[in-house]
């Protein structure tokens, strides 16, 4: 038993002596690595440092290389700053120099004139002098006053001025006969000027009719969906009031109101009115419209006889045709007064041609692309100069309603033809529905017994009617002011309301002899 412990004592104590033996080796072999791993930090520390240096050093070499090329560079800036400098002050103490010199010149110069004319002042006074004393001399010796000799040379002027005048105006009335024709045409294109006048009022909107009132609410859409889609698309502005099956389409621009009122027509054709069909349709109207535009414009030079019109100016008078002009088609209003001048200028012995040219143009600033507010004659003279066209027609566009200064004979024809085409009867109308409108109203009023006169007034929003005060009433005034109101409202179509006034009048007439 004895033996076994010791042999197990033996065996741990071998265990033990061992595992210290092998601890301590392995202390040993990590002191040694950590040893070598230690110089080899610092070894590569270091190379780290000098390379770090290097760079360090390369870096300020080359900064300072390009430092000193800047500096170098200002530098000589300032240096040729500095002698520009130098020059304009040598420069300017050189003008400087040469102008004290001539101001020394100038103050020299003066001082002469000022001798002279102290001089010449003395001569005139010595001048004045003498002269009194040859006058008093010489009515000594013609036995003359001063006076008595003017009055006989008056005379002796006055017979030679008579006969010298009756030469000249013997001269005037031979060349008046010479010129006769030419001024009796100028008489006759003032005279036509003073009296032909244009009046009337500009149009801007578009009355659309419409089926019935039904179709308002599918112009108008859900929440106002078409009718904004509409006129964003168009630029033209719907008004939709209680005016019965009419709606009307308002812009300044005729063009837009024509693809307004085309697209319209499609929409309400086709049925399908609605936000993206609006958009289509819109597109397509104004895609045709610019064709039309082209095409009415050739058609008119071509059928005027006119040739060399610039295509921009083919294209403004295609506009014209849906232009209107106080109730008159313009394009109707420029091919009338272009055969206009032309017959005037035939008559006159002037060019017909550029009449002709000149009477087509004359209202071209009527119809711009964008919005201006320049007249609309200077406009067009404008566009006549940009494109080339003769001056002769320049000055007649630009002076048919005396914006600028008339150069030419032609002037003063297109302005009277401008006048004569828009005055004449029948060339511009106006509303006829209004004016019928209007009578239906009146002879209702006149229809009654006892009523003299009836007149619509307020643009047919008020009605006044006269009664004899012989033959009616107080109480037939009330009621018949009562059963207007119910036929027109049973029996008529307007806008808004009207107002029946009734006007029971009596006069009492005398006369003193």
Known sequence: MDSIVFALAGAILGLVVGYIVFVTARKNQLETEKTKVLEEAKSQGENLKKDRILEAKEKYMQLRSEYEQETNKRNQELSNAENRIRQKEQSLDDKMKNLRLREDETTQKNQKLDVQLDSYRNKEKDLSKMREQQLEQLEKIAGLTQQEAKDQMLEAVKAKTHTEGMILAKNIVDEAKLGATREAKRIVLQTIQRTAAELAIDNTVTAFPLESDDVKGRIIGREGRNIKAFEAATGVEILIDDTPETIVLSCYDPIRREVARVSLERLIRDGRIHPARIEEVVEKTKKQIEEEVIEWGERTVVDLGITGLHPELIRYVGRMRFRSSYGQNLLKHSREVARLCATMAAEMGLNVKLAKRAGLLHDIGKCPDNDEETPHALLGLKLCEKYGEHPEVCNAVGAHHDEIEMTSLLSPIVQACDAISGSRPGARRGDEQYVERIKDMENMALSYPGVEKAYAIQA??????????????????????????NRIMTEMRYPGQVKITVIREKRSVGVAK
Do not use: P
């Open 460 to 485: 047919g929003r008020e009605l006044r009617t006269i009664m004899g005060a012989e033959k009616t009433s107080d109480d037939q005034a009330d009621v018949l002011a009562f059963e207007l109101s």
